[in-house]
């Protein structure tokens, strides 16, 4: 195929995609609903995109099924005009999954799953291993802001990192070397039904790892691995001592985590020190460092990739640390993708240990009616432990309303002092009149978007 199209070429995840393509000279084109950011970064990189949903949209060079190949996420509904033409006219049309599919069936894939902690974990090990003698590809589900970039290619390396995306069950298309399994809290019970077929999902993902493969499993993990007689599997854990590889000594405070890593066979790192220092990305260091050793790096090439990762965009990202000189109140504003209740608490938790005695003030913008409706107790508790709680109505991405539920169905059971329902239209408003000590946003919507213009509101500049 000399030319591919992708449907939904805006997404984080097939960005990095189009930028793969793009840089091996084929010609890329795409449609997406809206334009951002990174779309004006792909346009600027070749890619030919319209935010248009007409076929007569599409360039006339990707009108021949013997020479493109069109590739779409199934976030694209199917009633999308151009995802029909193609599927109409005879073209070869595959998921994004299937393609990082034949990725991985042609190198060592490092293939990063759960429910949480994939774009941090998968980010750590691209950071670690872009940095050592040897090196990898890695397609993220986030803006490695080291590189400002969610895609690295060394293809001199024979490894390739891939955030393994259970959604849709996506990650059956791939076949990982070594595969790490971070947590199985059940989501996206609008594809899986229930808890067990989701987790009979991971299990069927182990399954693809690959002969003499190495699985990386989160300890305490409800799932049952699957795995080939031929494939290692060892446990990890932040803070359980009984996991192969798990961390001693840990020290929070003062904005630093430290910690020594143990691991099989008498690894032991001393003074590991997460460049994104926060309790939850204890797990995904040890995680990452346990994949990277397996892949060849060194000891002091993981201590030193681990201590240089500024993190992913998104994912526990500081936008404001408080001592900005045009920072007269000392606010801290800090982002996180976190859209399951899971890690909402976990995120919720460790700015509450690194600030100790300051007032956290949170807004979670809910996503999906579905994920509202499933879990909306469990949302309500995580949301508790915040001093202060405000929501703005449901982000649907993909879905329609469903009746009876929205904002207040988490809201009215959040326990907190302080709490309050506020359109996304007015947050800004909000905000500019409000005094706050720290403040969060979290989930996965497009309270991203407002950023600049929050960090504005908070500093007057």
Same mark, same amino acid.
């Given at each position: 195929?000399?030319?591919?199209?992708?449907?939904?070429?805006?997404?984080?995840?097939?960005?990095?995609?189009?930028?793969?393509?793009?840089?091996?000279?084929?010609?890329?084109?795409?449609?997406?609903?809206?334009?951002?950011?990174?779309?004006?970064?792909?346009?600027?990189?070749?890619?030919?995109?319209?935010?248009?949903?007409?076929?007569?949209?599409?360039?006339?060079?990707?009108?021949?099924?013997?020479?493109?190949?069109?590739?779409?996420?199934?976030?694209?509904?199917?009633?999308? %005009?151009?995802? @029909?033409?193609? &599927? =109409? !006219? $005879?073209?070869?049309?595959?998921?994004?999954?299937?393609?990082?599919?034949?990725? +991985?069936?042609?190198?060592?894939?490092?293939?990063?799953?759960?429910?949480?902690?994939?774009?941090?974990?998968?980010?750590?090990?691209?950071?670690?291993?872009?940095?050592?003698?040897?090196?990898?590809?890695?397609?993220?589900?986030?803006?490695?802001?080291?590189i400002d970039s969610n895609l690295?290619?060394?293809?001199?390396?024979?490894?390739?990192?891939?955030?393994?995306?259970?959604?849709?069950?996506?990650?059956?298309?791939?076949?990982?070397?070594?595969?790490?399994?971070?947590?199985?809290?059940?989501?996206?019970?609008?594809?899986?039904?229930?808890?067990?077929?989701?987790?009979?999902?991971?299990? %069927?993902?182990? @399954?693809?790892? &690959? =002969? !003499? $493969?190495?699985?990386?499993?989160?300890?305490?993990?409800?799932?049952?691995?699957? +795995?080939?007689?031929?494939?290692?599997?060892?446990?990890?854990?932040?803070?359980?001592?009984?996991?192969?590889?798990?961390?001693?000594?840990?020290?929070?405070?003062?904005?630093?985590?430290?910690?020594?890593?143990?691991?099989?066979?008498?690894?032991?790192?001393?003074?590991?020190?997460?460049?994104?220092?926060?309790?939850?990305?204890?797990?995904?260091?040890?995680?990452?460092?346990?994949?990277?050793?397996?892949?060849?790096?060194?000891?002091?090439?993981?201590?030193?990739?681990?201590a240089d990762f500024k993190g992913?965009?998104?994912?526990?990202?500081?936008?404001?640390?408080?001592?900005?000189?045009?920072?007269?109140?000392?606010?801290?504003?800090?982002?996180?993708?976190?859209?399951?209740?899971?890690?909402?608490?976990?995120?919720?938790?460790?700015?509450?240990?690194?600030?100790?005695?300051?007032?956290?003030?949170?807004?979670?913008?809910?996503?999906?009616?579905?994920?509202?409706?499933?879990?909306?107790?469990?949302?309500?508790?995580?949301?508790?432990?915040?001093?202060?709680?405000?929501?703005?109505?449901?982000?649907?991405?993909?879905?329609?309303?469903?009746?009876?539920?929205?904002?207040?169905?988490?809201?009215?059971?959040?326990?907190?002092?302080?709490?309050?329902?506020?359109?996304?239209?007015?947050?800004?408003?909000?905000?500019?009149?409000?005094?706050?000590?720290?403040?969060?946003?979290?989930?996965?919507?497009?309270?991203?978007?407002?950023?600049?213009?929050?960090?504005?509101?908070?500093?007057?500049?």
């Amino acid at each position: 195929m000399r030319n591919i199209y992708f449907v939904g070429a805006g997404g984080i995840g097939m960005a990095n995609l189009v930028r793969y393509y793009l840089r091996h000279g084929v010609r890329v084109a795409g449609y997406d609903r809206t334009p951002s950011e990174l779309t004006k970064h792909l346009e600027r990189e070749g890619a030919e995109l319209t935010f248009e949903d007409d076929a007569a949209k599409i360039p006339e060079a990707f009108r021949n099924p013997t020479t493109t190949l069109v590739v779409y996420t199934p976030a694209v509904p199917d009633s999308n %005009k151009i995802l @029909s033409y193609f &599927r =109409e !006219g $005879g073209f070869e049309v595959i998921k994004r999954a299937a393609l990082l599919g034949r990725i +991985t069936r042609s190198t060592d894939g490092i293939c990063v799953a759960g429910s949480h902690g994939k774009t941090t974990t998968s980010s750590m090990i691209a950071n670690i291993l872009r940095n050592s003698t040897v090196g990898c590809t890695a397609f993220l589900g986030g803006i490695l802001r080291n590189i400002d970039s969610n895609l690295v290619l060394q293809e001199q390396s024979r490894y390739t990192v891939i955030e393994a995306d259970e959604y849709d069950r996506s990650f059956h298309h791939l076949s990982p070397f070594i595969a790490i399994i971070t947590s199985t809290d059940p989501d996206h019970l609008d594809i899986y039904g229930d808890e067990v077929h989701y987790l009979e999902a991971f299990s %069927k993902f182990t @399954s693809l790892i &690959r =002969e !003499g $493969g190495v699985l990386l499993l989160h300890s305490g993990l409800k799932m049952k691995p699957d +795995t080939k007689a031929s494939v290692t599997t060892e446990t990890y854990s932040g803070s359980d001592a009984n996991a192969d590889w798990h961390a001693e000594d840990i020290k929070i405070g003062n904005g630093k985590v430290s910690f020594t890593l143990i691991g099989p066979e008498g690894v032991r790192i001393e003074g590991m020190e997460p460049g994104v220092p926060v309790e939850i990305n204890i797990d995904n260091a040890v995680a990452a460092a346990a994949a990277a050793l397996h892949a060849g790096a060194t000891h002091e090439e993981v201590k030193r990739g681990l201590a240089d990762f500024k993190g992913a965009k998104r994912r526990f990202e500081t936008w404001l640390d408080g001592s900005e000189p045009d920072n007269a109140t000392g606010t801290v504003l800090i982002d996180d993708y976190a859209h399951s209740p899971n890690e909402v608490l976990a995120s919720i938790r460790s700015v509450k240990k690194l600030w100790q005695g300051r007032k956290l003030s949170v807004i979670f913008q809910p996503h999906l009616y579905t994920r509202t409706r499933d879990f909306a107790d469990e949302f309500a508790a995580a949301l508790s432990e915040a001093d202060e709680v405000i929501m703005p109505e449901i982000y649907p991405a993909r879905e329609l309303p469903i009746e009876g539920v929205s904002t207040y169905s988490i809201l009215d059971k959040v326990k907190s002092k302080e709490k309050s329902y506020c359109e996304r239209k007015d947050l800004l408003g909000l905000i500019k009149n409000s005094n706050f000590e720290i403040l969060m946003t979290l989930g996965a919507a497009d309270l991203d978007r407002m950023l600049p213009a929050i960090k504005q509101s908070l500093t007057g500049n």
